[in-house]
C-alpha cells in the first residue's frame, strides 16, 4: 500500500501491479531485496532452490534480466535474498520482480521486502 511506501518518488512505480514503468529510455539500477520465510522440508537434489528474478515486459526467459539464486536449507527459516544491476528500459516499457520457486513448498515475501528503480542516465 502506498501509505507503506518510505521514498516513492516519481509516477513510474505502482504499488498495486508492482510493476516500475520507464517514462524515458535509459539505463536503470534495480534492486530487489526480499524477505522470505519458506516452510520448505530439508531434502536432497536440484529442486530446493529459489530463483528472484527482475525481468522487462514479464520476459524472465529473455536476457534481459536480473537474476539471484539460493538453496532452501530447511523449513520455517527466514532468509534474505537480493538482486541488482543495470537495465536498459525503453519509454513505456516495465519492469517487475518474481520469484521462482522449484521446490514448490509455500513462503510467505515478509514486509520489509524493497524494490527500486533508479534512472542513471540516457
Not at 539505463?27 to 526480499?34: P, S
Not at 530446493?48 to 525481468?55: A, G
Not at 520455517?76 to 519492469?95: E, H, M, P, R, W
Request: overall charge positive.
Amino acid at each position: 500500500p502506498e501509505r507503506e511506501a518510505i521514498f516513492h518518488r516519481g509516477s513510474g512505480l505502482n504499488l498495486t501491479t508492482g510493476k516500475y514503468t520507464a517514462p524515458v529510455s535509459g539505463y536503470y539500477t534495480f534492486t530487489a531485496k526480499l524477505h522470505i520465510v519458506c516452510r520448505a522440508q530439508r531434502r536432497k537434489g536440484r529442486g530446493n532452490r529459489l530463483r528472484v528474478l527482475i525481468c522487462v515486459q514479464s520476459r524472465c526467459q529473455h536476457n534481459s534480466n536480473l537474476e539471484a539464486v539460493s538453496r532452501l536449507e530447511s523449513g520455517g527459516d527466514l532468509f534474505t535474498i537480493s538482486v541488482t544491476g543495470v537495465l536498459y528500459l525503453q519509454a513505456g516499457q516495465y519492469a517487475s520482480v518474481f520469484v521462482d520457486n522449484t521446490a514448490g513448498s509455500p513462503l510467505t515475501v515478509q514486509s520489509g521486502s524493497d524494490f527500486s528503480a533508479v534512472l542513471l542516465g540516457v
